[in-house]
């Protein structure tokens, strides 16, 4: 076992100083260029969410240049010597040339952008797939003592592990710090000094969103959770999800041992549905399946999931109406009508809806390599999952 990061030569530091150059000045663009949306929480991202550096942008005047620099960029790379390293900055650069190209305005289907964007497979979950999953929910509600059709079992389900509105914030709490002293015990010791701060929010189109810089875990106040619902949003945005990510990362470029690239996130990449794929296999890195209700909730999670990919399929390359759709999610997700609303949102937002399907091809691509390792090989992986910038092949190149 000797991938435990990518061997980060002098000339890689160099070129990534230039990535963040070239993507710091596509952000300034796109800011400049971009009409405010009907989603503030989203659009006040831009395409640069995060950014730990203080650099310089480059200064652009056209879409051309920018897709030129990067084209330009992504050809020096060709030449660095270590292979993961290589093979996931012509997909993250490739990536940033389809953004740039379709910010620019040129015409790509809903299915291109997935590929072209992400680097992951674009098609939605079949019938037959989608089935095996409601079978293998039924079979655990049954485990439960449940009795009825799959919809009233889950109807009881969630309301015995539900979570009333004025609880939520002192659940989060005690999931957070139940959540980090595991991250410490299994993964990562550097994580003892954060501290995260949950804030329940309305109005929004997310369930849950990790502020890292300013230490905070927003909860859509609108939505209902159960226990277990809260316990995996808190693995995934925080513990070890996305803040102990962040920090393994800055930590990283800020002790010079990493390439500048990891201090910044950029919405739809090759680097997404790994961002997302760790969040959502964090509950088993940190060994916290404890009970049939976690198991119960793991499936019913998948097909949340899933759920949203087939959603943004059905509306942006099925041209299925708004209604069509709500159903498919109350059928195949068991979505009651707050939850569909803030998600259609979501699979509506023009730069947002392609990156829906990160969460379940990050999911599968992390969870592939995961599963296949010994207890001693674990450790192995969390370094280089955590300290190496990864798309969804790349991340599969883990030996």
Known sequence: MNSLTATFEARDFELSRDYTQIVLGMDQFYREK????????????????????????NNYSSWEDIISHLEQLRQRYIII??????????????????LAKWC???????????RGLLYVNENPYVEAERKRLHDKLDSLLIQKGLKGPLTEKVRQWEESQSVTSNQIESVLKELLSQAKERVIQYLFKEIEDVDVMPVVVKRVPYSAYCDYENGKMYINGDLSYTYESLKHLVTHECFPGHTTHMRMREMGFRSGDVPMDAALVITNTASSSVFEGIGDNGIHFINWVDT????????YQLIRSISGMNAAHMIHEENKSDE????FLRNFAFAKDNWIRSRMRFFKHSLRAPF?????????A???VFTRLNEKQKSFFYHFL???MLSADTVKQFR
Not at 40 to 55: C, F, K, M, Y
Not at 104 to 114: A, L, Q
Request: net charge negative.
């Open 356 to 364: 829906i399907y990160s969460y379940w091809r990050g999911n599968e």
């Open 386 to 388: 955590y300290k190496n």
């Open 324 to 327: 069509e759709v709500s159903d």
């Open 292 to 299: 049939l209700d976690d198991q119960i909730y793991l499936v």
């Open 34 to 57: 971009t009409n405010s949306g009907t989603e503030a929480s989203l659009d006040q991202e831009g395409l640069v969410p995060i950014n730990l550096t203080s650099e310089t942008p």
């Open 104 to 114: 620019s305005g040129i015409g790509m289907s809903f299915r291109e952008k997935v």
């Open 81 to 98: 010597k270590d292979e993961v390293r290589r093979n996931y900055m012509q997909q993250q650069i490739g990536s940033l040339i389809t």
């Open 366 to 368: 992390v969870s592939e």
